[in-house]
C-alpha cells in the first residue's frame, strides 16, 4: 500500500465522517472531534499493518534462509585418517 494512496483516502474518509456527523448533530465541534479520532484510528491501524508487512517480510527471509541451509550438504574430509 503506497502511502500517498492511503493519505487520499485516510482525508477523504475523515471528510465524510465530518460531514455526517455535522449533518446529524448540527455540531462543528463534534463533527472535528468525530473526523479526529476517525483519523487516529485509521493511522494506529495503517501503523499496524505495516509492523505486520514488516514482520511478516522477515519471517519469509529466515525461513528461507534456514531452507537453503538446510539443503547443503556438510563438507567432506576425503583421504584423511582419524
Not at 492511503?6 to 455526517?20: C, H, K, N, Q, R
Request: hydrophobic share 55%; glycine share 8%; charged share 10%.
Amino acid at each position: 500500500m503506497y502511502l500517498p494512496q492511503f493519505l487520499v483516502g485516510m482525508f477523504v474518509t475523515a471528510t465524510i465522517v465530518a460531514v455526517w456527523t455535522y449533518a446529524a448533530t448540527g455540531s462543528v465541534w463534534t463533527a472535528l472531534g468525530w473526523a479526529m479520532i476517525d483519523l487516529v484510528v485509521l493511522q494506529a491501524g495503517y501503523f499496524v499493518l505495516v509492523i505486520r508487512l514488516v514482520s511478516k517480510g522477515a519471517t519469509a527471509d529466515a525461513e528461507a534462509g534456514s531452507a537453503s541451509l538446510s539443503h547443503v550438504a556438510p563438507p567432506q574430509r576425503e583421504g584423511t585418517l582419524l
